[in-house]
């Protein structure tokens, strides 16, 4: 082959290749057009038909309140049914499983509160899914003070005289909570720290459950929400003594924070949030976020979440997750100092 050979050749070479470099970008340009049309196309038809919202707690607590409250104004605006499965047990992993598990498409979501990330710390390995890796923030629903509370068999007026009495019968009062690794669990195994006392935890299925043990008398004394006991405050049928947040609560004035009522420093705010499996397309997310903020700032629903103080808080699907990758370290930590575990 002589030279005038080769560079014929090698031109046809090169005006070839260039050709099915054209030829491929036109499929990809042409491929991305479609894809991008047909997320967009997903996303303008999403919901088109029920969505199952998994509540891992019983009725009646916080989650369950508030998820009900902003579900129906979902069903409302998209014009398809957010139905509400209550799947509780095993401080909400039970039904986390199921949503861990779920296909991504927008169709199983769940509304869960902090005790989601501390149950990550407090069951490790026994969970049988990855609570950063199974699950995506879609966005935060509402923040939600804890409030030390006691029977009124229990003979304290405040905060010191719970102390001094928890250290003078060390061991022998008993408190409820929703579930091993629940907020309510563990605020109260911080305030036992940072008190230095010690009291006995009898653990629940859930909210309701746990504050009808301490209005019963079962238990004597408990850290749930302020929403799921309000009542129970103002018909004297439970003492509240102090909050866990640092800001005062409109639903029960006069009632002073931990820090300013004798444990200076403590501040532990749970809240609750909407989550989806991993894997949820993020146009489907972010229509979700959008609606769910809609929702938060309708009088209607913000009067019936301070009815049982619960302060409503919108977030983008970003801000969402930043607070969970931040209160999961910071879960964890706590869990490791007070020595909270599955009992």
């Known amino acids: 082959m002589n030279t005038k050979t080769v560079k014929q050749y090698t031109a ?16 990809g340009i042409s491929g991305l057009a479609s894809l991008t049309v047909s997320h967009i196309v997903h996303a303008q ?10 509540i891992p707690w019983p009725p009646g ?9 902003v579900m129906q104004k979902l069903s409302e605006s998209l014009g398809q049914q957010f139905v509400v499965d209550n799947r509780g047990g095993a401080s909400g992993s039970i039904g986390s499983d199921v949503v861990a598990k779920a296909v991504p498409d927008g169709y199983t979501i769940m509304v869960h509160s902090t005790t989601h990330l501390g149950n990550a710390h407090i ?21 939600q003070a804890g409030v030390l509370t006691v029977h009124p068999s229990l003979p304290v007026k405040n905060v010191k005289e719970f102390i001094a009495l928890a250290k003078a019968r060390a061991g022998k009062i008993n408190y409820s909570s929703s579930g091993n690794g ?11 720290s940072m008190a230095k006392i010690n009291l006995t935890h009898v653990p629940y299925k859930g909210g309701a459950p746990q504050v009808t043990a301490l209005v019963s008398g079962e238990t004597e004394a408990s850290f749930p929400t302020v929403g799921t006991v309000v009542s129970h405050v103002r018909n004297g049928k439970l003492k509240a003594l102090a909050l866990g947040s640092t800001k005062p609560s409109k639903a029960l004035p006069g009632v002073p924070t931990l820090s300013d009522a004798g444990v200076p420093g403590y501040d532990m705010s749970p809240w609750i949030g909407v989550f989806a499996p991993t894997g949820t397309p993020r146009d489907i997310l972010n229509k979700l976020n959008v609606e769910l903020n809609k929702a938060l700032v309708i009088p209607e629903v913000i009067q019936k979440l301070e009815q ?3 302060d409503p808080s919108p977030s983008t699907v970003d801000q969402f997750n930043a607070v969970i990758k931040v209160d999961y370290e910071k879960y964890g930590l706590l869990i490791k100092l007070t020595g909270a575990k599955v009992e």
Request: hydrophobic share 50%.
């Open 12 to 27: 046809q070479q090169l005006s070839l290749r260039v050709l099915m470099c054209r030829w491929f970008l036109a499929l």
């Open 45 to 54: 038809a999403y919901p088109a038909r029920t969505v199952r919202v998994v």
């Open 61 to 69: 607590g916080s989650n369950d309140i508030v998820g009900r409250v």
């Open 123 to 143: 069951y490790g390995k026994k969970l049988t899914y990855d609570t950063l890796k199974d699950f995506t923030g879609v966005g935060l629903l509402s923040a």
């Open 182 to 192: 629940s907020s309510p669990h563990l605020q109260m195994a911080l305030l036992m």
């Open 308 to 310: 049982f103080a619960l």
